[in-house]
């Protein structure tokens, strides 16, 4: 959990990194024919980059902020659905 925090945490430009990613993986699934597997990166990518957007809030408004409750509702949902687009890749789209 250590290594999440000091990836994650106050890192918006990192987290803006993994949106970005996870959108050029959207633009590269959505051109072959897994149709499914695409909304799902795209709806990741937006996912990461609003996270991306809340970090950098939460550091501009508090800096100094040594509790972070939001982040226990936050990782798991992100981490969530990062792993069901991710693994939903490997199956085959029945459209």
């Given at each position: 959990m250590n290594f999440l925090t000091n990836l994650l945490v106050a890192k918006p430009l990192f987290i803006f990194g993994i949106a970005c990613v996870f959108f050029i993986g959207y633009l590269i699934v959505r051109n072959f024919s897994h149709r499914r597997s695409a909304?799902?990166?795209?709806l990741t990518a937006i996912l990461w980059l609003l996270y991306a957007c809340w970090e950098f809030w939460v550091q501009f408004k508090t800096p100094q902020a040594d509790?972070?409750?939001?982040?226990?509702i936050i990782w798991?949902?992100?981490?969530?659905?990062?792993?069901?687009?991710?693994?939903?890749?490997?199956?085959k789209s029945e459209k």
């Open positions: 909304k799902y990166l795209g509790i972070r409750i939001d982040l226990l798991p949902v992100i981490f969530m659905l990062t792993f069901v687009s991710t693994l939903l890749l490997f199956f």
